[in-house]
C-alpha cells in the first residue's frame, strides 16, 4: 500500500512541476520512507551544487501503521527575497498537518491540494520578483509549474 501511495505522491508532485525534484529514500530505522522534494530537477542547477538549496526544497515522511497511511512534513519552504537587511533569505510556508488516509489515492488527492497552495504561493513570489536568488534558477523550471 506504502508503494502505490509514493507512486501517486510522485505522480500528483510532477504534474504540479513537471521539472521539479522527487527523490525517496528508506528510514535508517524502521520502515518510514523519506520523500524528497524540490522546484530544481537537476542538482547541478542548484545554488552551489548543493540539493538543499533549491528555493523550494522540501522532505516529508511516509509511513505505515494499524490505522492506514501517514504522510508528515519533516519541512518544506520557499526561500525569498529577506524582509529585514539583518537576514540572508527570508522562509514562507503553507500550513499544513498530517495527512492520514486508509487508502493511498485519498492521501494523493490530499496531498494534491496541499502542493496546490503551496505553487500558488510560488507563482506569487515569482511574479513579485521576491523568490531567493531568483537570478540562478533556470526558467524551464519555473516556467512549467502549473
Given at each position: 500500500?506504502?508503494?502505490?501511495?509514493?507512486?501517486?505522491?510522485?505522480?500528483?508532485?510532477?504534474?504540479?512541476?513537471?521539472?521539479?525534484?522527487?527523490?525517496?529514500?528508506?528510514?535508517?530505522?524502521g520502515d518510514d520512507v523519506h520523500i524528497s522534494i524540490g522546484l530544481i530537477k537537476e542538482q547541478r542547477d542548484c545554488s552551489n551544487n548543493i540539493r538543499e538549496n533549491d528555493s523550494g526544497y522540501g522532505v516529508f515522511t511516509i509511513r505505515e501503521n494499524d490505522e492506514g497511511l501517514q504522510l508528515e512534513r519533516y519541512y518544506h519552504r520557499l526561500s525569498c527575497k529577506?524582509?529585514?537587511?539583518?537576514?540572508?533569505?527570508?522562509?514562507?510556508?503553507?500550513?499544513?498537518?498530517i495527512i492520514k488516509s486508509k487508502?493511498?489515492?485519498?492521501?494523493?488527492?490530499?496531498?494534491?491540494?496541499?502542493?496546490?497552495?503551496?505553487?500558488d504561493m510560488v507563482k506569487e513570489e515569482v511574479a513579485n520578483d521576491n523568490l531567493y536568488r531568483n537570478e540562478d534558477i533556470k526558467n524551464v523550471y519555473l516556467e512549467s509549474i502549473a
Amino acid at each position: 500500500m506504502k508503494t502505490k501511495a509514493i507512486e501517486l505522491l510522485k505522480e500528483e508532485y510532477l504534474k504540479q512541476a513537471p521539472n521539479g525534484f522527487f527523490e525517496t529514500r528508506r528510514a535508517c530505522l524502521g520502515d518510514d520512507v523519506h520523500i524528497s522534494i524540490g522546484l530544481i530537477k537537476e542538482q547541478r542547477d542548484c545554488s552551489n551544487n548543493i540539493r538543499e538549496n533549491d528555493s523550494g526544497y522540501g522532505v516529508f515522511t511516509i509511513r505505515e501503521n494499524d490505522e492506514g497511511l501517514q504522510l508528515e512534513r519533516y519541512y518544506h519552504r520557499l526561500s525569498c527575497k529577506p524582509e529585514s537587511k539583518y537576514y540572508a533569505m527570508s522562509h514562507k510556508k503553507v500550513s499544513y498537518r498530517i495527512i492520514k488516509s486508509k487508502s493511498p489515492q485519498d492521501l494523493a488527492k490530499k496531498f494534491s491540494k496541499y502542493l496546490t497552495r503551496f505553487f500558488d504561493m510560488v507563482k506569487e513570489e515569482v511574479a513579485n520578483d521576491n523568490l531567493y536568488r531568483n537570478e540562478d534558477i533556470k526558467n524551464v523550471y519555473l516556467e512549467s509549474i502549473a
